[in-house]
């Protein structure tokens, strides 16, 4: 079946520092791939929606200059958090959308554990 | 603009009891539905969807859910638990217009008694 790899799994990084998260469906093409936040015990929370080679969507709340997302392929797109601070430390989920409105499907990736010191 | 609601945070059954997890949308139209299961350390995987037709939607492992339109509700069934279904149950819609977006409720963390 479909897969979404998303890398890294965990990462601990200084405050101040940027980091990338990538997320690549393997064997598919993903036109719309969606980022997510997910606090500790906690639903997911849409940060944004990327569609190849535009802008991303984000959702009101969600800074655009400090999670800014490419999606340069139909299989990868990335979030990078910019000047990261402890509080940017959360559980962040990529998805991938397969197929056309109404006979979609959503993957998703294992996420990644961001802890900013 | 979609929302969905899982009213239930916590809910606890005994291994072998029926299980009823409940999820009300807000869309201005039929939306797409989902129930998603996270365990712990786990990615999310998908149970089930309903894009149209049949109301009642067979999915993985045992579960089914009713997509009742007067209610706005799609409640996610299973009629014996086992202990291994003890996790993070997430309902979500999908919009079927417009711009792709796909809303999470806040979840339910199921605990299954032995």
């Known amino acids: 079946g479909a897969v979404v790899s998303q890398h890294p799994s965990r990462v601990i990084c200084k405050s101040g520092t940027s980091v990338k998260i990538e997320c690549r469906s393997l064997d598919f093409q993903a036109t719309t791939m969606f980022w997510y936040r997910q606090f500790p015990k906690q639903s997911l929370m849409l940060m944004a929606t990327?569609?190849?080679?535009?802008?991303?969507?984000?959702e009101q709340g969600v800074e655009k200059d400090k999670f800014l997302i490419n999606h340069a392929s139909l299989t990868l797109s990335t979030l990078t958090v910019t000047s990261a601070h402890p509080e940017d430390s959360s559980f962040y989920i990529c998805?991938?959308?397969?197929?056309?409105?109404?006979?979609?499907?959503?993957?998703f990736g294992s996420g990644t554990q961001l802890s900013v010191l | 603009a979609q929302s969905v609601t899982q009213p239930d945070i916590h809910i606890t059954v005994s291994e072998g009891a029926s299980l009823e997890l409940r999820c009300n949308y807000s869309?201005?139209?039929?939306?797409?539905l989902f129930w998603y299961v996270q365990s712990p350390g786990q990615g999310l995987q998908l149970l089930l969807k309903?894009?149209?037709?049949?109301?009642l939607v067979q999915g993985i492992k045992g579960f089914e859910a009713e997509f009742k339109r007067s209610q706005s509700s799609f409640n996610l069934r299973k009629p014996s638990v086992h202990w291994s279904d003890a996790a993070e149950y997430f309902c979500a819609v999908g919009a079927t217009t417009g711009t792709y977006k796909y809303i999470f409720g806040t979840g339910t963390r199921l605990k299954v008694l032995a």
């Open positions: 309903y894009f149209s037709g049949d109301t």
């Open positions: 869309y201005g139209a039929t939306p797409y």
């Open positions: 998805s991938a959308r397969e197929g056309n409105r109404g006979h979609e499907k959503l993957f």
């Open positions: 990327s569609n190849e080679g535009s802008k991303a969507t984000y």
